[in-house]
């Protein structure tokens, strides 16, 4: 599940010197490929909520559909 950071090679000098940079949110998104993984494991969560027929269950499917938008 985590193979996409197999290819990367972040030290933890490389982690606490991005710490302050402004530009952090972008280094994870675009070279870690942190979007896409988050993105596939709200679509696990959504296909299982759909499985489900439960008040809880609709109001998480609501949940998950404005952070997967926020996430794009």
Request: charged share 20%; hydrophobic share 45%.
């Amino acid at each position: 599940m985590a193979t996409w950071l197999s290819d990367q090679t972040l030290t933890q000098e490389d982690f606490f010197s991005m710490h302050d940079n402004k530009n952090l949110k972008e280094i994870l998104y675009n070279n870690l490929g942190i979007k896409n993984f988050i993105i596939e494991m709200l679509k696990s969560l959504m296909k299982t909520l759909i499985n489900q027929n439960s008040p809880f269950s609709f109001n998480m499917r609501k949940i998950v559909t404005k952070v997967t938008i926020i996430a794009i």
